[in-house]
């Protein structure tokens, strides 16, 4: 059984006198453990797919059956629960609270949960310690870089253990070195067996991951090794792109390299 199974999604916005066909026909399916990347121009329903993926929104037509149960009519308390319990989530703009510390945001999820102080530390601990953060914990959001904010807000997305992290543009807001060290983070998190769902418009951060998707007008137009859907994407942007794709990947190939050389 697939964690994530999309069946003819439809998500049509009605706004009185026009109606938005943001997703057309939307039918993929996502197991456990997968990294997946959804790429497409500005416009082409990402977000709005995020957005049902994550039970912030229910579709118009169609099934989405998420850990085998059918989520696509709940009400909203019922999605509020089940995004509670089953997902992470990380934002372009991090959302963190600025009073709080590193530490606190990251508690802040376990806090709605009933979990003991005594209890809730030691796992906000641990999950600062994944991103390698745990020398920041005492900091608030504006005493710390942009790329080191993304990280509390993975730490908060991981810190109750989620069947799914969903990340819309996590390095929209960052620049191309600070955002390639956030993708290595993903692909960590990946390596380490958790479920993850990213939108970005970057072919290049694409290209590193797995699988893509990539939707054109609210369709899925291809669904295969991230390495290609990301380059056709990319020849779809322009030359330019897809050679900032090839770069990008024989920086992170030349990385690897020292990473690993004696
Ligand atoms: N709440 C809404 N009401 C009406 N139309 C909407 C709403 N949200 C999105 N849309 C429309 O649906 C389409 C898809 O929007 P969406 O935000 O999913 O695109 P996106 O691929 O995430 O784009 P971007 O890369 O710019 O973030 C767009 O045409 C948008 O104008
Ligand atoms: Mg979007």
Request: charged residues 25%; hydrophobic residues 45%; aromatic residues 4%.
């Amino acid at each position: 059984m697939a964690l994530i199974e999309l069946d003819h999604i439809g998500k049509c916005y009605d706004l009185g006198l026009s109606k938005v066909h943001a997703l057309k026909d939307i039918h993929v399916s996502i197991e456990t453990g997968e990294l997946v990347a959804i790429v497409g121009q500005s416009g082409s329903g990402k977000s709005t797919l995020m957005n049902i993926v994550g039970c912030l929104d229910v579709p118009t037509s169609g099934r989405y059956h998420l850990s085998g149960r059918d989520v696509s009519e709940l009400s909203d308390d019922e999605l509020s629960d089940v995004r509670n319990l089953e997902i992470g989530f990380i934002f372009q703009s991090f959302q963190l609270l600025p009073r709080a510390s590193a530490l606190e945001n990251v508690e802040l999820p376990l806090i709605y949960r009933g979990i003991s102080k005594k209890e809730r530390r030691e796992l906000a601990i641990a999950a600062l310690e994944q991103v390698e953060l745990a020398d920041r914990m005492k900091h608030r959001p504006t005493e710390l870089s942009g790329g080191q904010r993304q990280r509390v807000a993975i730490a908060r997305a991981l810190v109750t253990q989620p069947s799914l992290l969903l990340a819309d543009e996590p390095t929209g807001n960052l620049d191309s070195r600070t955002g390639e060290e956030i993708v290595r983070l993903f692909l960590d998190l990946h390596s380490k067996g958790n479920t993850i769902v990213l939108v970005t418009h970057e072919p290049k951060l694409a290209a590193r991951c797995p699988r893509a998707v990539r939707i054109v007008d609210g369709l899925v137009i291809a669904d295969g090794p991230g390495r290609e859907v990301a380059l056709a994407n990319a020849e779809a942007m322009g030359a330019d792109v897809v050679a900032q794709v090839l770069a990008a990947e024989a920086a992170a190939a030349s990385h690897r390299k020292g990473a690993f050389a004696p």
